[in-house]
């Protein structure tokens, strides 16, 4: 039984103790944790997740299995998984896989009969945590940060274009710019009845100009935003030309497009549990949420931008809409997947949004 054991150093210098659910190492990432009780197939392959190793809190992880529907990337890209148990029996009318069969076939390295708590608070308490699963209890993390072009690693390198099934009569056609993007945001857009085309994260104002579309979605992804400073000038020309929803990575490199700051929260927003605040309308949704860093409010020029969500939390910038331009962006994930459905009117907002400004230029 001994060789079943495995370890997670850590950059703090502490050692946890685990059994290897796959092996495979070693693994490096930034030590994260997601305090959801279901979603793991989600989280799992939700590409703003690269380069990290992620904690679930919930101690009872692959209880309702896997299945073919619910992933959010092609593979997923996160540097190793850390649970409490991992249950070998699920059960759920759509399963077809183990979360064994899972982490076995995209070779994730994964410590099961870890004290997630115990780790949770480490990272609380430390804030930028690094770890390493290792063979090896003295073989600790040389990791110091997410890889700075982590994007292009997880972002396509082609577009591709999806037609909608039922054409609306608006027709409205929307360019997804993928930092990384999860397939929820694409499925939510195509399922209004939207015409899709995904595009790489670099694609150049001209080639967008080149497929007339109506709107523009800068998706979410992983890594610092302020790694994509070479593509700031670009990113303000599409916001300010085509209506924009940023949406988590995209909402930040839009604030940081127009002149705003991001920082480092100290251990991140992760999770489905999430309180937001609508400053328009006063009300409080239940989010989904996977972020590390956060805009700035102080940074945003108040002439253009208002802050329109706040966390209620911590307080700080959850959404933010311009003044004057179509440009609406919000740092929790409207399309959930994992979590509750409760921010969706956010593609609501948006659709209108695109349909008023491309009345009122047909009217111009
Ligand atoms: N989900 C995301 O888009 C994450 C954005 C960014 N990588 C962060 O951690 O804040």
């Not at 994509?228 to 909402?251: D, E, R, S």
Request: charged fraction near 20%; proline fraction near 7%; glycine fraction near 8%.
């Amino acid at each position: 039984m001994a060789d079943n054991i495995g370890y997670l150093t850590l950059s703090t210098g502490d050692v946890l103790t685990g059994k290897w659910l796959y092996k495979t190492c070693p693994s490096q990432g930034e030590m994260v944790f997601n305090t959801a009780m279901t979603g793991y197939q989600e989280v799992m392959t939700d590409p703003s997740y690269a380069d990290q190793i992620v904690t679930m809190t919930y101690p009872l992880i692959g209880n309702y299995g896997i299945n073919d529907l619910d992933y959010e990337s092609i593979k997923p890209y996160l540097s190793g998984l850390i649970i409490s148990y991992p249950c070998p029996t699920p059960d759920h009318y759509e399963s077809k896989y183990t979360l064994l069969d899972m982490v076995k076939k995209y070779e994730i390295p994964t410590l099961y009969d870890i004290d997630t708590r115990a780790l949770t608070r480490i990272i609380r308490k430390s804030g930028e945590v690094y770890g390493k699963i290792t063979t090896n209890k003295r073989d600790f993390p040389t990791m110091k940060q997410v890889d700075s072009n982590i994007v292009q690693k997880v972002s396509i390198t082609e577009p591709y274009t999806w037609k909608p099934s039922k054409p609306t009569y608006k027709k409205l056609s929307v360019v997804v710019m993928d930092f990384g993007f999860k397939h929820s945001i694409s499925k939510t857009l195509h399922d209004m009845g939207c015409e899709v085309t995904i595009v790489p994260f670099n694609t150049s104002f001209q080639q967008i100009n080149s497929l007339h579309p109506d709107a523009v979605v800068l998706s979410n992804g992983p890594g610092n935003p302020k790694d994509l400073k070479g593509l700031f000038p670009t990113l303000k020309q599409i916001t300010n030309h085509y209506p924009t929803l940023g949406i988590c990575l995209g909402h930040q490199l839009i604030a940081l497009a127009h002149g705003g700051e991001t920082k480092r929260l100290p251990y991140g927003h992760r999770g489905s549990n999430h309180p937001v605040k609508d400053l328009i309308t006063g009300k409080v949704f239940i989010t989904s949420q996977n972020h590390g860093y956060v805009v700035e409010s102080e940074s945003l020029h108040a002439q253009e931008w208002k802050v329109s969500h706040i966390n209620v939390n911590d307080q700080s910038v959850e959404g933010m809409v311009h003044h004057s331009k179509p440009i609406m962006a919000v740092q929790f994930h409207p399309e959930a997947h994992p979590g509750p459905m409760d921010s969706f009117y956010i593609f609501s907002q948006f659709m209108k949004l695109i349909s008023t400004t491309k009345g009122e230029k047909q009217h111009a």
